[in-house]
C-alpha cells in the first residue's frame, strides 16, 4: 500500500473515531449501520474477489446469525455471551452445510446455486412463522450494553463498540488474505488447475473459504441483531445479498477496503437520497454505472489505475 492511500487511511480512520462528538446521533447511527454492512461486505470479499466465487446467497448467512440472537434472546432469555456464541456457530455451521453443496462448482454454477441456497432460507425465514415470526419478524431484541450488562449505553457507546469489533474482524482478514492460505486463494482465482497441478487441494481451500467468510458475515448478523433490535425476512433475500454484492463490485474486490467505501456509500445514498426523492434507486442506478465504467476494478483502484 502507498503512502498517500496508508495516510488517507489514517485521516479517514481519526475521522471516524472523532465523529460522535461532531454529528447527531442520526448520523452516528447511520455510521454505526456503515461499520457492519462493511463487515458483512469484506467477508464477502474473502470468497469473491480473494478466492473468485461470486455469491448471491452470502446475506443468508448473516441473517441466520441474526436470526439466532433475536430467538435466543426473546423467546428463551439466554444471556449475552450464549445469544452471541449460539450466534456465531449457527451462522458458521451453516456456511459449512452451504458450503459443502457449492465448493465443487465454479463461475455462473456457483452464483446461482448460492442464489438457490439463499432463497430457500429466506423462504424458511418467511413461512417457519412459529419460530421466525413470517412476515412480522422478531423484534424486542435487547439492548447490547444493557444485555451485556456494561456501565455506559446509547448510540455513541453501541458505536464504538462496533468500531472495535470493526477492527478486530478487518484485521483478522487483513491477516488471513496475507498468509500463505490467502495467497493460494488468490492462486486459485487466478488460474485453478495450475494450483492443482502443483499439489494443492483446491476443493478443500475453497470450502475453507466459504467456512471463513461465513464465520465473518455471522459476526456482522450479531451485531445488526442487536443495532436493529429486530430480525425479519427481508435480511435473507435476494435484494439483500445483491446490494452486498453491489458493495464489493462499486468499492474494488480483493482489497478489503474497497468494501468498507461502498458500504459507505450505498448506505448513505440509501438513507440521504430516499429522504429527499422517491427514485433514489434511479440515483443509485446512475452512480453504479459511472463508476463502474470510469473505475472498473472498483473506487479504490481507481488512483492506481490513473498512474499506471
Known amino acids: 500500500m502507498g ?8 485521516v479517514l480512520a481519526l475521522l471516524v473515531i472523532a465523529a460522535p462528538f461532531v454529528l ?17 461486505a469484506m467477508s464477502l470479499d474473502v470468497l469473491l474477489g480473494y478466492t473468485g466465487l461470486p455469491s448471491l446467497g452470502h446475506a443468508s448467512l448473516f441473517g441466520v446469525a441474526a436470526y439466532a440472537v433475536a430467538l435466543l434472546s426473546t423467546r428463551y432469555g439466554m444471556n449475552f455471551w450464549t445469544c452471541v456464541f449460539a450466534g456465531l456457530v449457527v451462522g458458521t455451521l451453516a ?8 465448493s465443487h462448482v465454479r463461475d455462473v454454477y456457483f452464483l446461482m446455486i448460492t ?10 425465514s418467511y413461512r417457519w412463522i412459529p419460530v421466525t415470526g413470517g412476515d412480522n419478524g422478531l423484534s424486542g431484541i435487547p ?3 444493557v444485555h451485556a450488562g456494561l456501565p455506559f449505553a446509547g448510540p455513541t457507546a453501541f458505536y464504538y463498540v462496533t468500531l472495535v469489533v470493526f477492527a478486530l474482524s478487518a484485521g483478522a482478514m487483513v491477516l488471513l488474505v496475507r498468509s500463505p492460505f490467502g495467497l493460494t486463494l488468490r492462486g486459485i482465482r487466478e488460474n485453478e488447475g495450475r494450483m492443482k497441478s502443483l499439489g494443492f487441494n483446491t476443493w478443500l481451500h475453497c470450502y475453507l473459504s466459504f467456512i471463513v467468510s461465513g464465520f465473518f458475515a455471522s459476526v456482522a448478523g450479531v451485531m445488526w441483531a442487536y443495532y436493529n433490535g429486530f430480525v425479519s425476512p427481508t435480511y435473507l433475500d435476494l435484494t439483500a445479498s445483491s446490494e452486498l454484492f453491489l458493495m464489493v463490485t462499486l ?4 482489497t478489503l477496503v474497497g468494501p468498507v467505501l461502498g458500504a459507505g456509500m450505498i448506505v448513505l445514498l440509501k438513507n440521504v437520497m430516499s429522504a429527499y426523492t422517491a427514485r433514489w434507486l ?3 442506478g446512475t452512480v453504479y454505472i459511472v463508476a463502474i465504467l470510469t473505475a472498473p476494478k472498483g473506487v479504490w483502484n481507481l488512483g492506481s489505475r490513473r498512474s499506471a
Do not use: D, K, N
Open 251 to 254: 468499492g474494488g474486490p480483493a
Open 143 to 145: 439492548s447490547l450494553e
Open 24 to 40: 447527531s446521533s442520526y448520523w452516528v447511527g447511520l455510521l454505526t449501520e456503515v461499520a457492519i454492512l462493511a463487515i458483512l
Open 115 to 124: 442464489l438457490a441456497i439463499g432463497m430457500v432460507l429466506w423462504g424458511l
Open 282 to 284: 434511479l440515483i443509485l
Open 3 to 10: 503512502a498517500r492511500r496508508l495516510t488517507l487511511l489514517v
Open 95 to 102: 456456511s459449512a452445510v452451504i458450503g459443502l453443496i457449492v
